[in-house]
């Protein structure tokens, strides 16, 4: 199954959401801000990144644009999960170079489809 990388700084969101995809089978890495996310990213290699987009140390953005950026990065899909529901917020997270978008609280099923569209590469 995938290893998804779920960057989150709130622990009682990271700690549900990672059980909850844990027992569909996912294979969980967790990271609590941007900068742990970047280190994770180039070292781990996911196959897919949940990043929340208001992170402390490097915020959701701009971590999403260095790893788009960085050849060895750029490939892995990134979902962006935010509170931030306005039309704006979807298209500045597009911008990044986010491949998905989900709101907060997540929608499980909604996430799910986003994340296997994802990784059978059908975005």
Same mark, same amino acid.
């Given at each position: $199954?995938?290893?998804?990388?779920? /960057? =989150? &700084?709130?622990?009682?969101?990271? &700690?549900?959401? #990672?059980?909850?995809?844990?027992?569909? !089978?996912?294979?969980?890495?967790? %990271?609590? &801000?941007?900068?742990?996310?970047?280190?994770?990213?180039?070292?781990?290699?996911?196959?897919?990144?949940? $990043?929340?987009? #208001?992170?402390?140390? /490097?915020? !959701?953005? =701009?971590?999403?644009?260095?790893?788009?950026?960085?050849?060895?990065?750029?490939?892995?899909?990134?979902?962006?999960?935010? %509170?931030? %529901?306005?039309? #704006? &917020?979807?298209?500045?997270?597009?911008?990044? !170079?986010?491949?998905?978008?989900?709101?907060?609280? /997540?929608?499980?099923?909604?996430?799910?489809?986003? $994340?296997?569209?994802?990784?059978?590469?059908? !975005?």
């Amino acid at each position: $199954m995938a290893r998804i990388l779920l /960057v =989150e &700084d709130n622990e009682m969101n990271r &700690d549900m959401l #990672s059980r909850r995809l844990a027992r569909r !089978g996912y294979e969980m890495l967790l %990271a609590a &801000d941007g900068q742990q996310a970047l280190d994770m990213a180039r070292t781990e290699l996911p196959d897919l990144i949940l $990043m929340d987009m #208001s992170l402390p140390v /490097v915020n !959701g953005w =701009e971590a999403t644009q260095v790893l788009k950026r960085t050849n060895e990065t750029r490939h892995i899909p990134i979902v962006a999960l935010t %509170a931030h %529901a306005l039309s #704006s &917020d979807r298209e500045k997270a597009m911008d990044a !170079g986010c491949d998905g978008y989900e709101t907060k609280p /997540v929608e499980l099923p909604r996430l799910l489809e986003i $994340m296997e569209n994802l990784l059978a590469g059908r !975005g």
